[in-house]
């Protein structure tokens, strides 16, 4: 008993200092990234009603990160192996960006406790996943590829192809609602009797099946508490109202003085609406109340003059450029970018 005793101990103390590291983080985000800069007032076109709060364009990012790793991991994994990932260099890229962003969310607007505790969880969750994806992938996956040889396993590519279908998926929808259990299943069945083959359909039918687990808990607490808005509206101008019709999913609503009241839908749609109105010669006048959003920008240099933060992108060899500007700049900024190299890839609303 004495023993069992002291093996338990030294469990729980090796479990305290997981839990200690993985919120180590937190805390430095909370004691080190605190911003000073002085909010300016703004006066909304939109009613209240139809607000959503500013420092949220901000603090979507880090959810994208997420997003974004899954989308590099797959071009990694399209032609290389799994244990080429920087899994640690995704990781310490939420935390570094989200210690800017928290910075620079004290000029726009408060950060309400429900969407910070929202990315303080994820991001705890994706380190979590990530180094333990390292720590497999780095030595027991490594030793099975280096077994393989140089050629790849039929579920070498079936996964990399898993992997990019997810990372697409996660552009408009929730991860939680990705058929894990239908990728182990396909899996199963294209397996061949290799070695590879057999630990690849172990190794993540394993990981599929605790994610599946894990996205019907979210599931069901997330429909508990309901689901977020999927529209937003937003006040446009430049053009005659009759041009509207040209888009897709756009409701249209009153006209004031200072544009057109739109509706429309949110996330990625939002993002290739924006395009197109931008570069049709239209104007954002304001987007849910607001006058700052963030867009995120790739170019082939790892710097971009406006950016707040700019991160490189694993397997595409180029970079992220986050930039924060008045809405009212958004669409000259979108047609800017092609003549400065770049080209756009999210506008992150509220």
């Known amino acids: 008993m004495k023993r069992l005793w002291t ?18 983080p937190v805390a430095w985000v909370e004691t080190m990234c605190r911003g000073d800069k002085v909010q300016t007032p703004y006066a909304a076109l939109l009613p209240p009603a139809e607000h959503r709060v500013e420092s949220r364009t901000l603090l979507t990012y880090p959810e994208w990160h997420i997003v974004h790793a899954y989308d590099d991991y797959a071009e990694v994994i399209r032609t290389g192996n799994p244990h080429e990932f920087g899994f640690f260099k995704s990781i310490a890229g939420f935390w570094s960006s989200l210690c800017v962003l928290n910075e620079t969310a004290s000029g726009v607007g408060d950060v309400d406790s429900a969407t910070k505790q929202m990315v303080y969880v994820i991001g705890v969750s994706f380190t979590a996943e990530l180094m333990v994806k390292a720590a497999y992938e780095e030595t027991i996956g490594r030793l099975f590829a280096w077994q393989r040889g140089a050629g ?23 991860w939680y609602r990705w058929h894990f259990r239908e990728d182990a299943e396909a899996l199963r069945q294209a397996a061949t009797g290799n070695l590879r083959d057999r630990e690849r359909r172990l190794a993540l039918g394993l990981e599929y099946g605790a994610k599946a687990a894990y996205a019907d808990l979210i599931a ?13 509206r937003m006040v446009v101008s430049g ?44 104007q954002f006048r304001e987007i849910a109340g607001n006058d700052d959003i963030l867009f995120t920008a790739l170019s082939d240099q790892p710097g971009h003059q406006d950016a707040i933060v ?16 008045k809405v009212t700049e958004l669409a000259d900024q979108i047609r800017n970018l092609a003549a400065s190299g770049a080209r756009l890839e999210h506008v992150h609303d509220y």
């Open 7 to 24: 093996w338990v101990k030294r469990v729980g103390v090796v479990l305290l200092l997981l839990v200690a590291g993985l919120l180590a």
């Open 310 to 325: 700019s991160l490189p992108r694993q397997g595409y060899g180029d970079f992220r450029h986050l930039v924060l500007v």
């Open 220 to 232: 069901r607490a997330v429909a508990a508490t309901g689901f977020d808005e999927l529209r937003l």
């Open 239 to 282: 053009k005659p109202a009759e041009d509207l019709a040209a888009y897709d999913g756009i409701t249209i609503g009153e006209t004031i003085p200072e544009g057109i009241v739109i509706e429309t839908p949110r996330y990625r749609i939002l993002t290739h609406l924006l395009q197109s109105m931008a570069l049709d010669g239209w």
């Open 152 to 174: 790849r396993a039929p579920l070498d590519d079936l996964s990399a192809v898993q992997a990019a279908d997810y990372a697409a998926f996660l552009q408009q929808v929730p």
